[in-house]
């Protein structure tokens, strides 16, 4: 059983930056791995923020590019999300997800395709 837990959230003013990080466990097959960051402010649906394959294929969203870099460390089978120039637009809760199996045509910022998902971590950006 995949799980994934996210650490690095908080709160932080207007151009400001933080690093989350997603921990994941239970992942027995590496390639054709496609893990992915997405967010949920207050009254708004979830979007896709960030995604990247095993291949170390990236893709982001709009909204979030050159702003936001993703990241892996597969030996430590850490997910990360270094997040810069914070704008109160950021705040939402962010969540980590992965699925396998997954080509890197298929493997982009806000995918359907993501089958495991963490808790969220709350990041809040004060004008």
């Known amino acids: 059983q995949v799980q994934l837990v996210e650490s690095g959230g908080g709160s932080v003013q207007a151009g400001g930056s933080l690093r989350l990080s997603c921990a994941a466990s239970g992942i027995t097959y590496r390639n054709y791995y496609c893990m992915g960051w997405f967010r949920q402010g207050p009254g708004k649906e979830r979007e896709g923020v960030a995604a990247?394959?095993?291949?170390?294929?990236?893709s982001y969203a709009e909204s979030v590019k050159g702003r936001f870099t993703v990241s892996q460390d597969n030996a430590k089978n850490t997910l990360y999300l270094q997040m810069n120039s914070l704008n109160p637009e950021d705040t939402a809760m962010y969540y980590c997800?992965?699925?396998?199996?997954?080509?890197?045509?298929?493997?982009?910022?806000?995918?359907?395709?993501?089958?495991?998902w963490g808790q969220g971590t709350q990041v809040t950006v004060s004008a």
């Open positions: 997800a992965a699925t396998a199996y997954l080509s890197t045509t298929n493997c982009y910022s806000g995918s359907p395709a993501f089958r495991y």
């Open positions: 990247i394959h095993s291949a170390g294929i990236t």
